[in-house]
Structures are given as structure tokens and as C-alpha cells.
């Protein structure tokens, strides 16, 4: 054997960065002799990726935020909730706009009860006309086309009903005005659902549709403290006047003294009914302004749903309207 061979071998480890490659090896030994004379000077070997490789160039990732699959919960949430509820609330107090004045409003328009009742139903009979126009709407347009509408046709009702106080014109704006606000109705009673499974997450759920559904009562409840507040309520009988004036026909006054009392009794009755209608106009000038004021909330900012949902759920596509419709009715 060389001499060179017979000098021990160095037993210094050999790390990562001292390997070489095995084509540079002298043939039968397997360690590298530190102390040879000869250094393998061969160039590094690189590898090249094929096209099939299974590691992604970060650029060619999708980025943050839009994964399949991702969820992500938006504060923006409450004001979506907060606008749809207002505009529910708003819908709920138009409806009952006349009941609590309905004294004050037949005084001054000479309406009847039988008006009153009709003003009232004609919310009912809107939803029936409109409700399964707007249950395709919700689930196939989205939220913003509906709740936009809804809110479209609360503002032209309002609206119609302060264009004149004079009647018979008052009466029929007041009955189209009433009618345009109850098609908005399905949307008003029956979105909170819709909107609580499309933002929220699954613990907030109930809190949301529980808030969407309750103020829309809120509504009507309001409209028994904004009516009487705002509209001056019919003065009552004095029976002491009544009596009085029995007393004096029992006196035999003459009919210049008569025709006095009631000349004054028709100018109370008269500056009674002005004051009728300054009220009701002043209410019905606040909700028509109020529900524009919606309506532009609405028109310029309320996005259908969010850009990711809240959990995997709200992702799930809904069930075919039609198809739906038909498995509800058989």
C-alpha cells in the first residue's frame, strides 16, 4: 500500500458543510482524509425544479384574506343592523300613524272609524300583495335591493301624505301613501333571519334577529307617544256650557243672542280644526323627513353581505327559490 495510505485517519466529524459529494471519493475508502494531498475541487451540483414541483411560489398564492373556506366577522356589522332596524322601526310607525289621533283626525278631516280601520288594514292586505315578490328578492338579489326599496316606498308614502291637508285630496294620498308602506312590510317584519345568518356568527345569531324583529314594535309603540304629543287632542264636551245655554233658551233670549252663540261656536270650531291640522301637518312632516333621511342612509351605503362570511355556514348556497317554494307548498 502508498505510505500515504498507511497514515491514520483523522477522526474529525464531518459536518453539513463538509460534505462532499460521493463522485469525488477515492475508490474503497469511505471518510476523507484531511492530511491527502489531493482536494477534490469538483463544482457543486444543483437541482433544477420541474414544472410538476409540488413547493408554490409565494406570489402564485392567493392572498390573505380571500382562502377558500377563510371566515372573517366585520364590525360593519352593527350598522348594518342598526340601519335595517331603524328602517323597521320607521315602517312599524307609519302603519300606526292614525289609530292613537283617530279622534283628532276625523274631527278635522270628517273622517270615520270605518277610514281609520282601513288605513290600518291596508297594511295586511299590501303584504299579501307583496310578500312573495319580496321573499324572492331577499334570497335572490341580496339584502341592499330589498331593504333600498323597502325604504324607497316608506319615503313616497310618507311623502304623499304631506303634499295637502284639504280634503277629499288628503284622504286619498292618505290611503295610497298607507299602501305604498305596507308593500314594504316583508321586508320590514321578515329580513332580521336573513340578515342575522349572512353577518353575524352562530353566538350572536339570536341577539341580532331579536333586535331586527323588536324594533320594529318599537316603531308602533313610538307612534302612541309621537301622535298625542305632537297632534292636540279634541276638546271634550263642557256640560256646564251645554247647561248654561238650556238655562238661557229657558230665558226666552232673542235670536240676535242666539245667533251670537252660534256664530261663536263656529269660530271656535273652525280655529279648533286649524289647530287640527297644524298638528297632524307637523307629524306628518317629521315622519316624511325621517324616512328620507333612511332612505339616503340606505341608498349610499348598505352592502348585501360582507366580503367573507362570518363561519362556514353563512357560506353554504341557499336552496333554488322555486324549487323551495314548491317543497314549502306540497
Same mark, same amino acid.
Given at each position: 500500500?502508498n505510505?500515504d495510505?498507511?497514515?491514520?485517519l483523522l477522526n474529525?466529524?464531518?459536518t453539513d *458543510? #463538509?460534505?462532499v459529494?460521493?463522485?469525488c471519493?477515492?475508490?474503497?475508502y469511505?471518510?476523507?482524509? %484531511? ?8 463544482p $457543486? !451540483?444543483y437541482h !433544477?425544479?420541474?414544472s410538476?414541483?409540488n413547493?408554490q411560489?409565494?406570489?402564485d398564492t392567493?392572498?390573505?384574506?380571500k382562502a377558500?373556506g377563510?371566515?372573517?366577522? =366585520? ?6 343592523l342598526?340601519v =335595517?332596524?331603524?328602517?323597521s322601526?320607521t315602517?312599524?310607525?307609519v ?6 289621533i ?5 274631527d278635522?278631516?270628517g273622517?270615520t #272609524? ?11 292586505i299590501?303584504f299579501?300583495?307583496?310578500g +312573495?315578490?319580496?321573499?324572492w328578492m ?6 341592499r335591493?330589498?331593504?333600498?326599496i323597502?325604504g324607497?316606498?316608506v *319615503?313616497?308614502?310618507t311623502?304623499l301624505?304631506?303634499i295637502t ?6 284622504t286619498w294620498?292618505t290611503?295610497?301613501g298607507?299602501?305604498l308602506n305596507?308593500l314594504g312590510?316583508?321586508v320590514?317584519?321578515? *329580513?332580521?333571519?336573513?340578515? &342575522?345568518a349572512?353577518?353575524? @356568527? $352562530?353566538?350572536?345569531r339570536?341577539? %341580532?334577529?331579536?333586535i331586527?324583529t323588536?324594533?320594529?314594535y318599537?316603531g308602533v309603540a ?6 298625542p304629543?305632537?297632534? @292636540?287632542?279634541?276638546p271634550?264636551t ?5 247647561s248654561?245655554?238650556h238655562?238661557s233658551? #229657558? ?6 243672542n242666539s245667533s251670537?252663540? /252660534? ?8 280655529e279648533?280644526?286649524h289647530e287640527?291640522?297644524?298638528?297632524i301637518a307637523?307629524y ?5 323627513g325621517? &324616512?328620507?333621511?333612511i332612505f339616503l342612509?340606505? /341608498?349610499? =351605503?348598505? @352592502? &348585501?353581505?360582507?366580503p367573507l ?6 357560506? +353554504?348556497?341557499r336552496e ?6 314548491k317543497?314549502?307548498?306540497?
Amino acid at each position: 500500500m502508498n505510505a500515504d495510505a498507511k497514515q491514520p485517519l483523522l477522526n474529525s466529524p464531518i459536518t453539513d *458543510a #463538509d460534505h462532499v459529494s460521493s463522485a469525488c471519493s477515492t475508490p474503497g475508502y469511505n471518510t476523507i482524509n %484531511a492530511a491527502g494531498p489531493q482536494l477534490c475541487h469538483s463544482p $457543486p !451540483t444543483y437541482h !433544477t425544479l420541474s414544472s410538476s414541483s409540488n413547493i408554490q411560489n409565494p406570489d402564485d398564492t392567493e392572498p390573505e384574506g380571500k382562502a377558500e373556506g377563510e371566515t372573517r366577522v =366585520y364590525r360593519r356589522r352593527w350598522y348594518v343592523l342598526m340601519v =335595517y332596524s331603524l328602517l323597521s322601526a320607521t315602517q312599524g310607525g307609519v302603519w300606526n300613524s292614525w289609530g292613537p289621533i283617530s279622534a283628532t283626525a276625523e274631527d278635522a278631516f270628517g273622517w270615520t #272609524d270605518a277610514t281609520i280601520a282601513l288605513l290600518s288594514n291596508w297594511g295586511p292586505i299590501a303584504f299579501l300583495v307583496s310578500g +312573495i315578490v319580496f321573499s324572492w328578492m331577499m334570497d335572490v338579489k341580496g339584502l341592499r335591493m330589498s331593504c333600498v326599496i323597502t325604504g324607497f316606498l316608506v *319615503a313616497a308614502g310618507t311623502g304623499l301624505r304631506c303634499i295637502t291637508f284639504n280634503t277629499p285630496a288628503v284622504t286619498w294620498l292618505t290611503h295610497v301613501g298607507h299602501f305604498l308602506n305596507g308593500l314594504g312590510g316583508p321586508v320590514a317584519m321578515a *329580513a332580521p333571519p336573513i340578515l &342575522s345568518a349572512v353577518w353575524f @356568527p $352562530p353566538k350572536e345569531r339570536t341577539t %341580532a334577529t331579536a333586535i331586527g324583529t323588536v324594533l320594529n314594535y318599537m316603531g308602533v309603540a313610538l307612534s302612541f307617544i309621537m301622535g298625542p304629543l305632537l297632534v @292636540p287632542d279634541v276638546p271634550s264636551t263642557n256640560s256646564t256650557n251645554t247647561s248654561s245655554f238650556h238655562k238661557s233658551s #229657558d230665558l226666552s233670549f232673542s235670536k240676535h243672542n242666539s245667533s251670537m252663540i /252660534l256664530g261663536s261656536k263656529a269660530e271656535n270650531a273652525t280655529e279648533r280644526i286649524h289647530e287640527e291640522k297644524n298638528g297632524i301637518a307637523l307629524y306628518m312632516y317629521i315622519g316624511g323627513g325621517w &324616512s328620507a333621511a333612511i332612505f339616503l342612509v340606505l /341608498l349610499l =351605503y348598505f @352592502p &348585501s353581505k360582507p366580503p367573507l362570511p362570518p363561519c362556514p355556514s353563512a357560506a +353554504i348556497p341557499r336552496e333554488n327559490f322555486v324549487q323551495g317554494l314548491k317543497h314549502l307548498l306540497t
